[in-house]
Every structure is written in C-alpha cells, then in structure tokens.
C-alpha cells in the first residue's frame, strides 16, 4: 500500500477537532463555573463593606490571571474528560467493525494512532509553555491580590533554621518574625579542615536590605587548636550572603517561578543545604512529567477503546475512567509522600508515569492489529 508519509487524512482531521474541541469547550465550561462559584465565596471581599479591591482589580489582576491557574491546575482532568470523548467516539468505530476494516485495508494501528499523538503532542506543548513561562509571572499578580485583598497568606516567620551560606560556614536562627525584620539565637559557625574555627552568638540579629544585617549583643569565640580568643560587641553591621526569602517560604511560592528560576533556586537551596526545596523540586519536575502524562491518557483511551469488546463501550468508558482517575489520584498521593519526605520528589512525581507507562504498553499491544 502507498505510503501516505505525514499527510492528515479526512478522518485524521475529524479526530484532532473532536479531542481538541472537547478539551476547550471542557475548559471553558468548568472555568465559566468555576468563577462563578469563587466570586460568590469572595464577593465580601470584593464589594462587601470593607471591601479594598478596585473593579480593574477583581478583572485584570486577579481573574484574568486566575483562569490560565486553574486551566494548568486542572489539566489532567481536562485531558481526561477529552480522552473519554475519544474512547466514546473510538468504542463507535470498533463497534461498527469500521476500525477492523481500516486494519484490514493495510492501516496500521500505529498509523491509527497519529491523530491522538498530534492531539495530545498540541495540548502538552501549550500546557509546558504556559506552565513554564506564562502562568508563573501571572501567578505573581494573581498571589499579590490575594494577598493584600482577601487573605494574606505569605509566611511571617519560621523556627530552627539553619543554612550554609558560604562552603564550611553554617548560619542558626531560632526564630525570626519578618514583620520587626528581627532574628532571635542567631550563630554563625565557621569550620576549617573540619574542626570549628569560630563561632559567633548573638541575643539578635537585625535585616536591613539586600544582605546587609546588623547583630545586636553578640560574643565571638576564635579557636587556635587549644586556645580561645573572646571578642565581644553590642551592635556589628555586616554582610551575609542569605536573605529572608531564603527561608521564609510559603506554599505558593514555586507557582510564581519560572523553570529557569526553579532550576536556580532549587541548586541554590541544595549548596546552602536548606530542607524546604521539597515544595519546588516537585513542581520542577512535575512540569516535566505533565508532558508525559498527556501521552499516556491519550494512548490508554485510544488503545482501550479500539477493541470490540462484549460489554460495549460502556465497559471501555468505565475502564478509562477508572485508569485515568487513578492516575490523578495516585499521582496527589505520591507527591503529599515526597512532601513529608519519605521519597524524593523525582521519584514521586515519575512513579505514576513510569507505572502508567507499563499500563499503556500492555494495552497498545493488546489492542487490534
């Protein structure tokens, strides 16, 4: 048979229009509901009494970058909704023998499978662009709304943090309170050829700007091998390569970054040796994974359903539906486990694919030939 190298057919086009049409009218849909429902939980906030939030505020800071947040948080189930659409339109044609007949005439599944690849290869660029580049700066508008309008969530202060902040020199705080700018117990420990080398404390220690801080009471101890040298002030203005953003971090945070910007501040968390990275290390890789993800719904529907099978295509809706709610779900598990530290975060987030992926090879070969 003649070789039709990458030229859409009628049926390949027909395919593509239903699986990305069922995806944006999914999305459009759920959105349109979605903002009608958070409008009515924050309308106190929007013009309720006490109300601060401008008309051009609600609009253009905070759902216009609201939408594209909720359309990349809920892409999966997008996906999903979409892959079902297929698996209903692909179980007709298996039902009706047509895709029998198609295989039969020299169409090779594989080539079969073209249109859902182009389809899902469409959707996950778009979603990797706007995710990696587009919604994170969006995202910084959006927090900054919310944070001054409705709720403030940013985080004022933290406990028991330590952090290198130079090769062999470890800073402590017990506690800082970012609204007096003031950190209580702080240390500094300086090592060399691993033994301490110094060691300054202090009652408190006070953030200026950039990395510029000031200690207040504070005692230096300088170790000789067997002797000790004791300087003592009450204030010392100096420069520390660290500032509070380093360890005050909230949730939300790893959303208004890039992946350039994750990939810088995940490698210098890990050289400072701070245990908060979880957070972002999933989000790095989990903007990854999302691609991969796309393939794997898309290929588990179209496989799925290609075969006629005696429960017709309400057995084949009922088996996609759970194998791609399960993804989803598994998928949360895994993560909520690489936040509480007992995986790491890559292995969290790629377990599902790697799992999902064998799932997706059993039934592309099971499928007709």
Same mark, same amino acid.
């Given at each position: 048979?003649?070789?039709?190298?990458?030229?859409?057919?009628?049926?390949?086009?027909?395919?593509?229009?239903?699986?990305?049409?069922?995806?944006?009218?999914?999305?459009?849909?759920?959105?349109?509901?979605?903002?009608?429902?958070?409008?009515?939980?924050?309308?106190?906030?929007?013009?309720?009494?006490?109300? &601060? !939030?401008?008309?051009?505020?609600?609009?253009?800071? #905070?759902?216009?970058?609201? =939408?594209? $947040?909720?359309?990349?948080? /809920?892409?999966?189930?997008?996906?999903?909704?979409?892959?079902?659409?297929?698996?209903?339109?692909?179980?007709?044609?298996?039902?009706?023998?047509?895709?029998?007949?198609?295989?039969?005439?020299?169409?090779?599944?594989?080539?079969?499978?073209?249109?859902?690849?182009?389809?899902?290869?469409?959707?996950?660029?778009?979603?990797?662009?706007?995710?990696?580049?587009?919604?994170?700066?969006?995202?910084?508008?959006?927090?900054?709304?919310?944070?001054?309008?409705?709720?403030?969530?940013?985080?004022?202060?933290?406990?028991?943090?330590?952090?290198?902040?130079?090769?062999?020199?470890?800073?402590?705080?017990?506690?800082?309170?970012?609204?007096?700018?003031?950190?209580?117990?702080?240390?500094?420990?300086?090592?060399?050829?691993?033994?301490?080398?110094?060691?300054? &404390? !202090?009652?408190?220690?006070?953030?200026?700007?950039? #990395?510029?801080?000031?200690? =207040?009471? $504070?005692?230096?101890?300088? /170790?000789?091998?067997?002797?000790?040298?004791?300087?003592?002030?009450?204030?010392?203005?100096?420069?520390?390569?660290?500032?509070?953003?380093?360890?005050?971090?909230?949730?939300?945070?790893?959303?208004?970054?890039?992946?350039?910007?994750?990939?810088?501040?995940?490698?210098?968390?890990?050289?400072?040796?701070?245990?908060?990275?979880?957070?972002?290390?999933?989000?790095?890789?989990?903007?990854?994974?999302?691609?991969?993800?796309?393939?794997?719904?898309?290929?588990?529907?179209?496989?799925?359903?290609?075969?006629?099978?005696?429960?017709?295509?309400?057995?084949?809706?009922?088996?996609?539906?759970?194998?791609?709610?399960?993804?989803?779900?598994?998928?949360?598990?895994?993560?909520?486990?690489?936040?509480?530290?007992?995986?790491?975060?890559?292995?969290?987030?790629?377990?599902?694919?790697?799992?999902?992926?064998?799932?997706?090879?059993?039934?592309?070969?099971?499928?007709?030939?």
């Amino acid at each position: 048979m003649r070789k039709d190298g990458f030229r859409l057919t009628r049926i390949d086009r027909y395919i593509i229009r239903k699986f990305l049409g069922t995806y944006i009218f999914t999305i459009l849909l759920v959105i349109a509901i979605t903002v009608v429902f958070d409008f009515n939980e924050k309308i106190d906030h929007f013009i309720g009494p006490n109300a &601060t !939030a401008t008309t051009h505020g609600i609009i253009f800071d #905070y759902y216009l970058n609201f =939408i594209p $947040y909720f359309s990349n948080l /809920f892409s999966p189930l997008f996906v999903f909704i979409a892959v079902i659409t297929v698996i209903f339109f692909t179980s007709q044609l298996a039902d009706r023998s047509e895709i029998i007949a198609m295989l039969a005439s020299g169409i090779s599944f594989r080539r079969l499978m073209r249109p859902y690849l182009i389809s899902a290869t469409i959707i996950a660029s778009a979603n990797y662009v706007l995710n990696a580049y587009i919604i994170p700066p969006a995202n910084v508008i959006r927090i900054d709304f919310q944070n001054t309008h409705i709720r403030d969530k940013k985080v004022s202060s933290a406990r028991n943090i330590q952090l290198e902040i130079e090769p062999d020199v470890f800073a402590y705080f017990d506690r800082y309170d970012a609204s007096s700018s003031m950190g209580y117990r702080f240390s500094i420990d300086k090592f060399k050829d691993k033994e301490l080398a110094s060691r300054l &404390t !202090a009652q408190s220690i006070k953030y200026d700007s950039l #990395y510029t801080w000031t200690i =207040i009471d $504070y005692v230096i101890r300088d /170790f000789d091998g067997m002797r000790e040298r004791i300087s003592a002030g009450t204030r010392k203005d100096t420069t520390l390569t660290f500032m509070p953003s380093d360890f005050l971090v909230s949730e939300s945070d790893c959303e208004t970054m890039t992946m350039p910007q994750l990939a810088r501040h995940i490698k210098r968390q890990k050289e400072r040796r701070l245990a908060n990275i979880q957070l972002f290390e999933i989000e790095y890789h989990l903007r990854i994974a999302t691609i991969m993800s796309f393939f794997i719904l898309t290929l588990i529907g179209a496989s799925l359903s290609s075969r006629k099978m005696k429960g017709g295509m309400g057995l084949n809706i009922g088996i996609g539906f759970a194998l791609s709610f399960s993804y989803i779900l598994f998928s949360k598990i895994t993560s909520t486990f690489a936040i509480s530290g007992y995986v790491s975060p890559m292995v969290a987030v790629w377990i599902p694919n790697i799992l999902y992926l064998f799932i997706t090879i059993f039934l592309y070969r099971k499928a007709p030939r």
